[in-house]
């Protein structure tokens, strides 16, 4: 992402969230499993900022949003991703993901 190779960054995030986390090792190398969710997440909405596709990070960010509901950090670029989401393609603020009706329970 530093490099300004977003596409690339998204791939390897795609990664991360592709992981099934049962079948990882109850003990071995230290890791916060936050990785293979709201932080990929996090930053998959970053990547998707920066290409434009406002939607999708908002989104990303719904879903980062729904690991910790509390992160106001999460929520503020929701709301900015949002925003100019629907001021290009018409979308809703609405902080559920799509795909999701049971994280309509979000605040």
């Not at 992402?1 to 099934?20: E, I, K, S, T």
């Not at 109850?26 to 596709?53: M, N, S, T, V």
């Not at 690991?67 to 503020?76: C, E, F, H, K, Q």
Request: hydrophobic share 40%; net charge negative; charged share 25%.
């Amino acid at each position: 992402m530093a490099a300004g190779d977003h596409d690339g960054a998204l791939a390897q995030l795609d990664q991360l969230l592709a992981v099934d986390l049962s079948v990882l090792p109850e003990q071995g190398p230290a890791y916060d499993a936050r990785i293979f969710g709201e932080f990929a997440q996090e930053a998959r909405g970053g990547c998707l900022f920066h290409l434009g596709r406002y939607e999708e990070a908002a989104d990303a960010y719904a879903e980062a949003m729904r690991g910790d509901p509390a992160n106001l950090a999460y929520r503020s670029k929701w709301t900015v991703a949002a925003g100019r989401g629907r001021g290009t393609a018409g979308g809703t603020l609405d902080p559920a993901p799509r795909s999701d009706a049971a994280a309509a329970e979000l605040p």
